[in-house]
């Protein structure tokens, strides 16, 4: 079932909340949510200060982007940040996203 946990990741997306935790933000999943329907990754989302930043300057350009950098600074968590905004677009776009060794795609639109 871990395609049905990839939709509804996806899916919660829409209903996910901000929280402030400690002068942070944080996103969260709804209870059950898990990001990308694993639970051992868990529902909350640090929202690191550049991550809005990086958005605006990557946001409505008609260009394909790498994100690179040092391991742990957080490139896999604003790619999680970054499907929350697309998500959350009216239309929701297309949206399609390589991750893994076998470098497998997945895509999500409106409909899931």
Known sequence: MYFAGLQEFWNGLSEATI???GGYEVLVLKDGTFILGNENYGRRIFIRRGYEQLHDIIAGKKSRYILLGTPGIGKTFFLYYLLWRLRNLDPVPD????Y?????LLRFNSIG
């Open 19 to 21: 929280e402030e935790v």
């Open 100 to 104: 893994g060794e076998k470098h497998d």
């Open 95 to 98: 949206v399609v996203y390589e």
